[in-house]
């Protein structure tokens, strides 16, 4: 008697996945790419739910236009990868078989192949050599698009990590992180802390910067004690994941005064709140992205602090902390519903101060969706 049942249903993220690895073969189909390997970035998790461990063993997801996807990884790795056998077939090898022959048999004769951007160098002369009648495009070619267009279930992963870091940014707006008499790793250690107590499970950066450093927009922090009546500037992020396991990303800036801000700070500050305020405003569907970042530059530009914003105004964000579409001139790809991004517009006077706001924002049909509540006015904390 046979003891065979209906075929398993897919759950909600293999259902998901399955979608992405259609929309993906269909755009390959439209650019003609025969195969896509997919490496190290956030491409492989997107599609398969696995983020590879940045090892000197290649793993690499070979995904043919016209036959059944393979991911090639290290045998000792193999285990912890979440295999549905529905959407891509593993491929182990162990640790004397040459892994790039062993792509280069799953690739064939195909050679107009698209390569994962941030596949190791030494991996991809690897791959030359084993595929010579390879033509190499980026990848980022053919997912970036659709990785840029986020789904309902991805506007509220990073909707859920955009109010984990509003609890963190309201402790420091509200005193309760003391900055006083602490050096700028030590608030860093704590703003990290509190990321992972309110549910990230990794922490991509806390940028802590005091007196002059805030004039730094990436500014590493350290042993410099922070002191009364000084700007801090703080930019943290991290990621929090959904129930696939795949993690989605925030990304929050405050800016705060320990004492007496003075009479240029509250100017200057008044300024970028009123560029960060037309900057989301302007991040409509179909605006160009070059015209946001223009619409949060003129602000600034016109009260005269032009020349000390340094910086594009945002940057995509999702699996990745920086990913397609960046809000910056040149770029004049129009905004769709789902764009993921944040508007971080920035003022910097070297050797003095600086300040940033900064909130993750998702363009939807009935306007701009602000991922981040904490409040934007100038905090002055004594603690």
């Avoid at 004397?96 to 064939?108: F, I, K, Q, R, Y």
Wanted: overall charge negative.
């Amino acid at each position: 008697m046979s003891t065979d049942g209906p075929p398993e249903r897919l759950t909600d993220a293999s259902l998901a996945r399955a979608a992405r690895f259609a929309r993906v073969r269909d755009r390959m189909r439209e650019m003609d790419v025969d195969a896509l390997l997919l490496s190290l970035g956030a491409d492989l998790p997107w599609l398969t739910g696995y983020r590879a461990m940045e090892l000197e063993r290649l793993t690499m997801l070979v995904l043919p236009v016209d036959d059944q996807a393979t991911l090639v990884v290290p045998e000792l790795e193999a285990p912890r990868v979440d295999h549905d056998p529905r959407l891509f077939d593993m491929r182990p090898f162990p640790e004397h078989e040459e892994p790039t022959e062993v792509v280069a048999a799953l690739v064939g004769k195909r050679s107009r192949l698209a390569v994962s951007d941030r596949c190791w160098a030494s991996h991809l002369l690897g791959l030359e050599r084993s595929i010579p009648q390879a033509d190499w495009r980026s990848a980022r070619e053919v997912v970036g698009p659709l990785r840029a267009v986020k789904d309902a279930r991805e506007a509220a992963a990073l909707r859920a990590a955009g109010s984990a870091a509003d609890g963190v940014a309201a402790a420091l707006l509200s005193g309760e992180i003391a900055l006083i008499g602490r050096t700028e790793a030590e608030v860093s250690d704590e703003i990290s802390r509190r990321l992972r107590d309110l549910g990230h499970d990794r922490v991509n950066f806390a940028i802590v910067a005091s007196g002059p450093n805030s004039a730094s927009p990436h500014h590493d922090p350290g042993s410099r004690v922070i002191g009364r009546d000084e700007v801090v500037v703080c930019d943290f992020g991290g990621s929090l994941k959904l129930g696939d396991g795949v993690g989605y990303c925030s990304d929050l800036t405050r800016t705060v005064v320990t004492g007496e801000p003075g009479a240029q700070f509250r100017e200057l500050f008044e300024v970028l709140r009123l560029a960060q305020a037309v900057a989301v405003a302007a991040a409509t569907v179909g605006t160009p992205c070059e015209q946001v970042d223009r619409a949060g530059r003129e602000p600034i530009t016109a009260a005269g602090y032009g020349r000390a914003f340094v910086h594009r105004i945002g940057h995509g964000i999702g699996i990745e902390e920086h990913e397609d579409p960046y809000m910056v001139a040149g770029n004049a790809t129009p905004l769709v519903a789902g764009n993921a991004f944040s508007i971080e517009p920035g003022i910097y006077l070297s050797g003095r101060f600086g300040a940033r706001i900064e909130d993750v924002v998702i363009a939807a049909d009935d306007g701009p969706l602000v991922c981040n509540q904490a409040d934007h006015r100038l905090a002055v904390v004594e603690a």
